[in-house]
């Protein structure tokens, strides 16, 4: 008999920020197959006799390609398992979810999507501040400093205007191209800015700059992968809050 | 003894979708303000003699204005309470956490924020589809239909280009001004629009439709609030996946 798959949220970080249907998953797999940046704690919930697969990524070492992946989840259901592939965050924001939906369904074989928490919700739960603020920031823009090899670098400054909160995953690296490109945009370098990293475990450190200061305000507060950017530009911003007052 | 405050969320409908931590907080619970929208299971977690009241909003109904909230949350945690502010979703995404946050510091009072799964999460695993498609979709831009009263509308065509993929919440209202105010910015009328109403919910409705048909196929498809509406620009969008092949 075929098993089936679930794509499972682990959440951003913490362990009790995993959903009650994600551990419910996790109790009834027979196999999980887990990237980094899961809390060890979630993979305690597990049966004793489930069998757990590390399958990268660890920053600067290989990890397994999306092809093998897919070849091995699918493999294992097909062999009647049911599986849990387990991913941090949200399965569904930058998780390579449709590879593995693509690949299930290619083959017959049932696959469930259980969302979770993603990294911009505890990053803002860390600053205690919500993402949207009724007023100032009418929409959230989640986007990504890494894109696919061979596509072009993020077009940064089409992707904040007033009223944007824009949460940045993966692009502690980007962050001085960023500037550059949004600072020749005409966005004020005043624009206030806020890094988390690893939000929710005890490892977390954020920071509170502006534009103009960013990535050296991140190497101070030693903001290292997994980090999330903000970049908040109000609706009505007043001269004092977002352009200098005086030539810089 | 002061108490404290938990800006709590309750995930997208589903009572499963709560985070372990969600459910520790609504068990020690003195009192809890909750929300429309949220699932009666999920009070049923709370100790028999936690206070439960209901804050509003019934769609068309009168529901507390948010300073009565405010007040409220405020003085029961100064008469000691532990106090439990549930909101359906993520409280930092159009939660209205901030003007909470700020009546509790004002007051010295305790206030975590417990993040949840957002409704674009939720709905996005109703529709078996990841929010951000590798290669097609590199940012995720979530927005409300319904700004404060007295904001101009959104301006609709700004949130949108090649590559996004724009999740509208509480937008069922504003899908006609929409779709008239994206066509006039040019944007394709062939462009997929999917909608899920009541996501994760025995009384969830989706529909798949284009950009050009999408209040009609609301109307069809029995969409209404509480709703979410993807609009997905491909990066590389081929004329014939984007482009009308005949004019209209």
């Not at 294992?76 to 449709?98: I, N, Q, W």
Request: some cysteine; hydrophobic content about 45%; glycine content about 8%.
């Amino acid at each position: 008999m075929t098993g089936s798959i679930a794509l499972v949220g682990a959440g951003p970080g913490a362990a009790d920020l995993l959903t009650l249907r994600a551990l419910n998953r996790i109790k009834a797999a027979d196999v999980i197959y887990y990237d980094r940046l899961i809390d060890p704690q979630i993979l305690e919930f597990a049966r004793p006799d489930t069998e757990r697969v590390f399958t990268g990524k660890h920053v600067g070492a290989h990890s397994w390609p999306q092809e093998r992946i897919c070849t091995v989840i699918v493999a294992a259901a097909l062999a009647g398992k049911r599986v849990v592939r387990l991913k941090s965050g949200d399965p569904g924001v930058f998780g390579r979810a449709t590879e593995e939906l693509d690949a299930a369904r290619a083959h017959g074989i049932e696959i469930e999507l259980v969302p979770g928490v993603t990294a911009a919700s505890a990053a803002a739960v860390s600053l205690g501040r919500a993402l949207t603020e009724r007023g100032q920031t009418d929409h959230l823009v989640i986007a990504t400093g890494t894109c696919k090899p061979g596509d072009p670098p993020p077009d940064w400054a089409a992707l904040i205007r007033p009223g944007t909160v824009l949460a940045l995953y993966m692009a502690v690296r980007a962050a001085r191209d960023m500037r550059a490109a949004l600072l020749a945009a005409g966005v004020p370098s005043s624009l206030e800015v806020q890094a988390v990293s690893e939000a929710t475990t005890p490892r977390e450190r954020a920071i509170t700059t502006t534009l103009a200061h960013l990535p050296e305000a991140m190497e101070t507060g030693r903001i290292s992968n997994p980090a999330i950017l903000f970049l908040r530009w109000p609706k009505q911003a007043q001269p004092a809050q977002i352009l200098p007052l005086v030539a810089e």
